[in-house]
Nanobody, 124 residues
Framework: QVHLVESGGGLVQAGGSLRLSCAAS????????MGWFRQAPGKEREFVAV????????NYADSVKGRFTISRDNAKNTVYLQMDSLKPEDTAVYYC?????????????????WGQGTQVTVSS
């Protein structure tokens, strides 16, 4: 079993920055990748970013390319999402996910494990 704990959400003005963290514990040696999804009120949960655990290959949703950066720290079993140039449209609950399957599969539907989510609110 893998357990995920998110932190770093909050309120920020448009154009500002936030850094989200997701700490993984348990059988993390079996993980292929970790990433982030988000869900705004009335909308489907959508992919944001994913990083491959062993070689740090990354992939991003078109809506966040150039603004968000995903990274991981193997020693701390932690994945980060640095969010810059935030827009009101980025307002959502952000969920950390971890999976055993391919990067493409994680991007399409998320991984096998999920955090509880952290609220990000961007004001105009």
């Amino acid at each position: 079993q893998v357990h995920l704990v998110e932190s770093g959400g909050g309120l920020v003005q448009a154009g500002g920055s936030l850094r989200l963290s997701c700490a993984a514990s348990g059988r993390t040696f079996s993980l292929y990748g970790m990433g982030w999804f988000r869900q705004a009120p009335g909308k489907e949960r959508e992919f944001v970013a994913v990083v491959k655990w062993n070689d740090s290959i990354t992939n991003y949703a078109d809506s966040v390319k150039g603004r968000f950066t995903i990274s991981r720290d193997n020693a701390k079993n932690t994945v980060y999402l640095q969010m810059d140039s935030l827009k009101p449209e980025d307002t959502a609950v952000y969920y950390c996910t971890a999976g055993l399957s391919t990067m493409a599969t994680i991007r399409e539907r998320g991984g096998s494990y999920w955090g509880q989510g952290t609220q990000v609110t961007v004001s105009s």
